[in-house]
Nanobody, 119 residues
Framework: QVQLVESGGGLVQAGGSLRLSCAAS????????IKWFRQAPGKERMFVAR????????WYADSVKGRFTISRDSASNTVYLQMNGLKPEDTAVYYC????????????WGQGTQVTVSS
């Protein structure tokens, strides 16, 4: 059974940092890309960042480029999202997802973790 479990969300002041974790289990993710999405209240879920498991190549939404960094630890099957310089508009529920290949739609989703940035 595939599981993606996010953790690390919380309340932080503007300008602060958080590190989200996504622990993946239940299958080999060597041919998958792990992606982070976020959904703010009343808005659509939006792509944030992705990392291809095999190559480690990364891609970011323009809104987070230069502030967020996605990385992976193959030994623990965990993907991280380091978020620096947080802004109130980063407030959202953050989800990790796994897709077969970097361009494919997500096949698996985590349950989400809340990030709240106060001004």
């Amino acid at each position: 059974q595939v599981q993606l479990v996010e953790s690390g969300g919380g309340l932080v002041q503007a300008g602060g940092s958080l590190r989200l974790s996504c622990a993946a289990s239940g299958r080999s993710f060597s041919t998958y890309a792990i992606k982070w999405f976020r959904q703010a209240p009343g808005k659509e879920r939006m792509f944030v960042a992705r990392i291809t498991w095999n190559s480690g190549s990364t891609w970011y939404a323009d809104s987070v480029k230069g502030r967020f960094t996605i990385s992976r630890d193959s030994a623990s099957n965990t993907v991280y999202l380091q978020m620096n310089g947080l802004k109130p508009e980063d407030t959202a529920v953050y989800y990790c997802a796994a897709s077969f290949g970097p361009a494919g739609p997500p096949d698996y989703w985590g349950q989400g973790t809340q990030v709240t940035v106060s001004s």
